[in-house]
């Protein structure tokens, strides 16, 4: 067989492999290749032994809809992920997810979705990791490198600001460069320089006047020519439509149009690439060009290779569940707890009621594409009843109860966390609300288990009630890991990877001194071309960069999540206060474990400049480190500062720049949690 064809030879390099295989194809083959056949796949090309390259759904788990409505693994959603602050577990994570999408014979996964929470009201911030770059590098890197470790490839979307639902496919998104560079393009770029991710999915909205998908400056200039991006770009499904066609979208390096038949999308159609060629508005260097790189990642995945030599998938298994369940453990985030009243003991209390809409639904089947079917799905309710069989009494009335644990949130309805709209109102239901001031009235010690994706306001309910813990949506075993740190054998350590705001005009896309008109929020349509616009007038102060910058109270900071045990932070008084050039500054940080059960404690570093040349957010996350420590055990955390740390992105530079001058190192376990200030100097 490798007589006939050469390019299986395994031994060979990736590139000859690719070129050899180009070789023995005829044009019209190649065409046929970059638009899909069906909804989640290439055609292929018996001749050759080439078979269907496979995509999937979606960021969480292998979806029902691209994979004949089977059940697979339900991990957490990405803001639980994200919650982790946690790379090794978003690795793991990544592993499991890569692990899924081979078992349903599948190539690439498309997720993660690593677009910035730029508004609490994006309906698919429930699928989005952070408000924050540095958090969002971290983690998407790490996500990224866990997937392709098995030789499947990860598709990070949506490229770029594809930060709100409303009119997705036809908003033209006004954005700084500045702004890209520092907010939205950075996990994007470590994605790809760090994590080598293999494909890039094009957003359906326009950036700068131009839609994903045909946007050269972003995909030729920025991921391509600067970044060194090798593999390819994948429109969203139907994001072409709105381009100006086919040529403009070969040129600027989309490879493959999603999805194709009958009913697909219209610009990749062989009849039409044809003509391209053949008028000249495309040429055949770019056809082959945007084909070499899907060929790479056919390859790369392991499509050409003997099947003992590509690693082994596997889904719906105990150990895909354990990472599901220890994501959750290490991504709920226990926002209050006063008077320390949890952890509950299972001997101390007698009865508990468990109650609310959220108690007992089950989250996995909907959302839009980011859906996951499961085997079972672990409520907050069964979670608890499993914890406290035979041991404490379930009841339904709060008044009969030592405790009442009310669940409610948000849900995948539209107008909540859900694709395709965004959430209509900060808060949580009227009904939801009502339900909580009921339970306090019957019952003070009032639990309130929050299930939901994105931040929720809590005005008139938040200092009613005692204790309040963010569940997020938590996978097939979310309701394992409520009761678990509900009755403390999981010892919260999740920590916000967003501004809880008190309302929504404190957050800057909702500022009513910028948001004349809807401009910076949901956008407006100009009269003078009938173009929807939406303003990225807060520019790079997204998140808790206004919060702190602007001395607005958050309702929860950026980087907050409490534990049951205490931590003391002391920074080593040793460490040198100055550096130049490309010199690395270490600045190490001894935490304690001080309290009296083992727990992880996220060490938080936040740059501040003093005195900036330019105008810049007061402080930024620059490093963290989750540490787990027993009662009483202690642990040295390091930190680098480079040039990178302190940069600002200067236009007039078109690059990085980090001024010479003062800062200041906060160190603590929130955005306003800091423990240490400490100054030091960059000589340039
Ligand atoms: C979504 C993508 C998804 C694709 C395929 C689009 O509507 O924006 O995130 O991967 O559909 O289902």
């Given at each position: 067989m490798s007589d006939k064809?050469?390019?299986?030879?395994?031994?060979?390099d990736l590139e000859a492999r690719v070129t050899l295989l180009m070789e023995r194809m005829t044009l019209d083959e190649k065409v046929a290749l970059l638009r899909g056949k069906g909804f989640w796949g290439t055609p292929s090309i018996k001749r050759l032994g080439v078979k269907s390259f496979g995509l999937t759904d979606g960021p969480h788990g292998v979806a029902p809809h691209s994979n004949n409505w089977r059940k697979n693994t339900y991990f957490p959603t990405g803001i639980t992920v994200g919650s982790t602050w946690n790379p090794d577990i978003a690795f793991k994570f990544g592993e499991a997810l890569a692990r899924e999408t081979r078992a349903n014979n599948k190539h690439v996964i498309l997720g993660p979705g690593i677009n910035i929470h730029r508004t609490p009201l994006c309906g698919r911030t429930f699928e989005y990791l952070t408000e924050d770059p540095f958090l969002n590098k971290e983690i998407a890197v790490a996500i990224v490198k866990g997937i392709q470790g098995q030789r499947i490839s990860a598709c990070i979307k949506?490229?770029?600001?594809?930060?709100?639902?409303?009119k997705r496919m036809s908003v033209d998104v006004k954005v700084s460069r500045r702004a890209l560079e520092e907010i939205y393009l950075p996990a994007f770029k470590a994605a790809v320089m760090e994590g080598g991710a293999w494909s890039v999915m094009a957003c359906y909205n326009k950036i700068g006047g131009l839609h994903g998908c045909e946007n050269e400056m972003l995909l030729k200039e920025t991921l391509m020519e600067k970044w060194g991006f090798e593999g390819f770009v994948v429109s969203d499904w139907f994001a072409t439509n709105k381009t100006r066609g086919t040529a403009s979208c070969l040129n600027a390096g989309l490879s493959l149009e999603m999805p194709g038949g009958p009913f697909g999308a219209k610009f990749f159609k062989k009849k039409k690439i044809l003509s391209a060629i053949k008028s000249g508005e495309v040429t055949e260097e770019t056809l082959n060009s945007n084909l070499r790189r899907l060929l790479r990642v056919m390859f790369l995945v392991g499509m050409f290779d003997e099947p003992d030599t590509v690693p082994k998938g596997a889904r719906n298994i105990p150990e895909h569940w354990k990472i599901a369940r220890q994501v959750a453990e290490q991504g709920m985030v226990l926002l209050k707890n006063e008077n320390n009243l949890l952890p509950l003991g299972l001997d101390s209390i007698k009865s508990i009621a468990v109650i609310g809409p959220?108690?007992?639904?089950?989250?996995?089947?909907?959302?839009?594409?980011?859906e996951v079917r499961c085997m079972h799905e672990v409520t907050p309710l069964e979670g608890i009843k499993k914890k406290c069989r035979n041991r404490v009494k379930i009841v339904s009335h709060p008044s009969d109860a030592d405790f009442a644990v009310v669940v409610v949130g948000l849900g995948h309805k539209i107008g909540m966390d859900t694709e395709g709209f965004d959430r209509k109102k900060l808060s949580i239901p009227n009904k939801h609300v009502s339900l909580i001031k009921k339970t306090v009235e019957q019952n003070p010690n009032t639990f309130v288990v929050l299930v939901n994706g994105s931040p929720v306001s809590m005005e008139g309910w938040v200092e009613d009630v005692p204790v309040i813990l963010?569940?997020?949506?938590?996978?097939?075993e979310g309701g394992h890991v409520v009761a678990d740190i509900l009755f403390g054998d999981v010892n919260p350590s999740g920590k916000l990877p967003v501004t809880f705001p008190k309302r929504l005009e404190d957050s800057p896309a909702h500022d009513p001194e910028l948001n004349k008109d809807g401009r910076t929020y949901p956008g407006i349509r100009d009269s003078s071309d009938g173009q929807f616009r939406v303003y990225y007038d807060e520019d790079i102060y997204v998140g808790y960069r206004h919060f702190d910058t602007r001395e607005i109270d958050p309702l929860f900071p950026f980087g907050h999540g409490l534990s049951y045990t205490t931590f003391q932070m002391e920074i080593d008084k040793q460490m040198p206060r100055s550096f130049s050039g490309d010199d690395v500054l270490t600045c190490r940080v001894n935490i304690k474990n001080t309290g009296l059960v083992a727990g992880s404690e996220v060490v938080q570093l936040y740059i501040q400049p003093v005195n900036p040349p330019v105008q810049r957010p007061l402080k930024e996350l620059k490093g963290f480190k989750k540490v787990f420590l027993q009662p009483g055990e202690e642990k040295i955390v390091e930190f680098s500062v480079t040039k990178a740390s302190l940069s600002y992105y200067s236009d007039d530079k078109d690059g990085f720049v980090a001024s010479a001058g003062e800062y200041i190192l906060n160190i603590g376990n929130s955005s306003r949690g800091i423990k240490i200030r400490e100054k030091i100097s960059y000589e340039g």
């Open positions: 064809l050469p390019f299986l030879d395994q031994t060979l949506h490229f770029v600001a594809n930060n709100q639902e409303t959220n108690a007992n639904k089950k989250k996995g089947m909907w959302g839009g594409s980011s963010e569940a997020w949506y938590g996978g097939m």
